[in-house]
Nanobody
Framework: VQLQASGGGLVQAGGSLRLSCAAS????????MGWFRQAPGKERDFVGA????????YYADSVKGRFTISRDSAENTAYLLMNTLKPEDTAVYYC??????????????????WGQGTQVTVSS
């Protein structure tokens, strides 16, 4: 599975941005896709995830209510819609995918496939 993230950019605080993560190599049926972010000097953090077949979603508390993950099965693409952006949302955003295994939360990884990052900068 190859993942290609796009859609990053510069936005003012309070604005919105939508990131895309296009998958190739195989369909994402039965997979989960996650979004992560890494701010300068910080560790990579989990943002949220979507279970591909049923479109179940799970979010980190820091973005709950502001960010929405969706997917388009026909396009094999997932989206991260970010609303009410804050300067602290500034980071490189990554998408990742894995095949959920029995006995583990589907949103918990381990994440086997990663896309390249896309920079999101929120100005105050």
């Amino acid at each position: 599975v190859q993942l290609q993230a796009s859609g990053g950019g510069l936005v003012q605080a309070g604005g919105s941005l939508r990131l895309s993560c296009a998958a190739s190599g195989r369909t994402l049926s039965n997979f989960a896709m996650g979004w992560f972010r890494q701010a300068p000097g910080k560790e990579r953090d989990f943002v949220g995830a979507i279970e591909w077949n049923e479109a179940k979603t799970y979010y980190a508390d820091s973005v709950k209510g502001r960010f929405t993950i969706s997917r388009d099965s026909a396009e094999n693409t997932a989206y991260l819609l970010m609303n009410t952006l804050k300067p602290e949302d500034t980071a490189v955003y990554y998408c990742a995918a894995h095949f959920p295994s029995y006995g583990r939360p589907w949103y918990g990884g381990p994440w086997d496939y990663w896309g390249q990052g896309t920079q999101v900068t929120v100005s105050s």
